[in-house]
């Protein structure tokens, strides 16, 4: 692969198609037509969201003059980097969580980022203080109350215990 490629490891391949045409001044459109490849299929690889396969690759580097695998490479660099954060998917320590907060749910397939809102807000209706103490632990505090404070299920919540004494 030609080094000036090298630093694009784990990038889309289609980002680095696209601005390699718009380093050349060359329109999208055109292009993809001259290559006997719908437009709205070119669009999608260079915004992304769809892959580029072996063949399509090859026209691409012929037309541009690229070395041959160029694109193919960027594409395998860019699935293998994919895999890897689906890998390491930071997750909270399912085995302190109780089974019984996400019964209804696939554990599992929780994206644990996206979904941030609900996990915390679902922790601090149903679960009990490990729960409560790990999810604190695994977003942080100022998240964790920051969250509660958006919840309008039930309010206030609190993060700490509070310790009442008697007198």
Do not use: C
């Amino acid at each position: 692969m030609i080094r000036q490629f090298e630093k694009y490891r784990g990038i889309h391949p289609g980002i680095v198609l696209d601005r390699e045409l718009k380093k050349r001044s060359i329109k999208q459109r055109p292009f993809a037509l001259s290559l006997e490849e719908h437009p709205q299929t070119f669009n999608a690889i260079t915004k992304g969201k769809r892959g580029i396969s072996t063949a399509l690759a090859l026209k691409i580097e012929r037309q541009l003059g690229l070395e041959e695998g160029t694109l193919v490479i960027l594409q395998a660099y860019y699935d293998i980097q994919k895999i890897k954060e689906k890998e390491i998917k930071r997750t909270p320590d399912l085995h302190i969580l109780s089974k019984a907060l996400f019964w209804d749910t696939d554990i599992q397939q929780i994206d644990w980022e996206r979904q941030y809102r609900a996990v915390i807000q679902r922790v601090f209706e149903r679960g009990n203080e490990n729960d409560k103490n790990e999810i604190i632990r695994f977003y942080g505090v100022e998240k964790v109350s920051q969250a509660l404070q958006e919840s309008n299920i039930r309010n206030p919540y609190t993060i700490y215990r509070s310790n009442k004494t008697t007198d």
